[in-house]
């Protein structure tokens, strides 16, 4: 099945401690026979309101292709990463290759 998954990571993490805790949630799908098909970051954004005591949040993108039980394992765990403030889960038909426009790790490299 094919998924998106939206992830907002606690805004007091430093940047290079977000990535890799996005990188490691990448590496557990891959490792469970999942593909990663692809990844967006979109920074370093304002919540609309207080989650966790934290007004800022990293925001990652991830569509993958993989069974429902192994996202429902991560699920789990992200549940209980107090720097995962929240996730959103979504099955979809077909993976858009092309950047959003909310992608920042795609602008940086020009």
Do not use: H
């Given at each position: 099945?094919?998924?998106?998954?939206?992830?907002?990571?606690?805004g007091q993490l430093s940047p290079k401690s977000a990535?890799?805790?996005?990188?490691?949630?990448?590496?557990?799908?891959?490792?469970?026979?999942?593909?990663?098909?692809?990844?967006?970051?979109?920074?370093?954004?304002?919540?609309?309101?207080?989650?966790?005591?934290?007004?800022?949040?990293?925001?990652?993108?991830?569509?993958?292709?993989?069974?429902?039980?192994?996202?429902?394992?991560?699920?789990?765990?992200?549940?209980?990463?107090?720097?995962?403030?929240?996730f959103f889960n979504l099955k979809i038909k077909s993976v858009?290759?092309?950047?959003?426009?909310?992608?920042?790790?795609?602008?940086?490299?020009?």
């Open positions: 099945m094919l998924y998106e998954s939206v992830f907002i990571l606690s990535e890799t805790k996005f990188n490691s949630f990448t590496e557990k799908i891959n490792k469970s026979g999942g593909k990663i098909l692809k990844t967006e970051s979109w920074g370093l954004r304002s919540l609309a309101y207080k989650i966790k005591k934290n007004s800022k949040g990293y925001y990652y993108l991830i569509n993958s292709e993989c069974d429902a039980k192994v996202l429902n394992e991560l699920n789990n765990l992200v549940k209980q990463d107090d720097d995962f403030l929240r858009d290759k092309n950047p959003s426009q909310l992608d920042e790790s795609k602008a940086e490299d020009k």
